[in-house]
Nanobody, 124 residues
Framework: QVQLVESGGGLVQAGGSLTLSCAAS????????MGWFRQAPGKEREFVAA????????YYADSVKGRFTISRDNAKNTVYLQRNSLKPEDTAVYYC?????????????????WGQGTQVTVSS
């Protein structure tokens, strides 16, 4: 079992930056990759970014490429999502998730464990 707890959400102005954190507990953190997803009001949940077990391989959705950076600190059992140049369309509930694999996965169906989500609101 893996427990995930996100933090760092809040209200930010367009163009600003915000870093989300996700603390994991349970299984050995370096035994699985990690991902971030988001769900905007009235929309389906979508993939944002993922990182493999070591942090050496990362993948981003086109909508956030160049603005968001995913990273992980295996010593702290934490994955981060640094978000720059935020836009109103980035407003969503952000979830971290863990699959049962060490490689990067972008498909939601592969993710087994989910955090409770953290709200991010970007004002224009």
């Amino acid at each position: 079992q893996v427990q995930l707890v996100e933090s760092g959400g809040g209200l930010v102005q367009a163009g600003g930056s915000l870093t989300l954190s996700c603390a994991a507990s349970g299984r050995t953190f370096s035994s699985y990759s990690m991902g971030w997803f988001r769900q905007a009001p009235g929309k389906e949940r979508e993939f944002v970014a993922a990182v493999n077990w070591s942090g050496s391989n990362k993948y981003y959705a086109d909508s956030v490429k160049g603005r968001f950076t995913i990273s992980r600190d295996n010593a702290k059992n934490t994955v981060y999502l640094q978000r720059n140049s935020l836009k109103p369309e980035d407003t969503a509930v952000y979830y971290c998730a863990a699959p049962n694999t060490v490689v990067v996965v972008t498909t939601e169906n592969f993710y087994v464990y989910w955090g409770q989500g953290t709200q991010v609101t970007v004002s224009s």
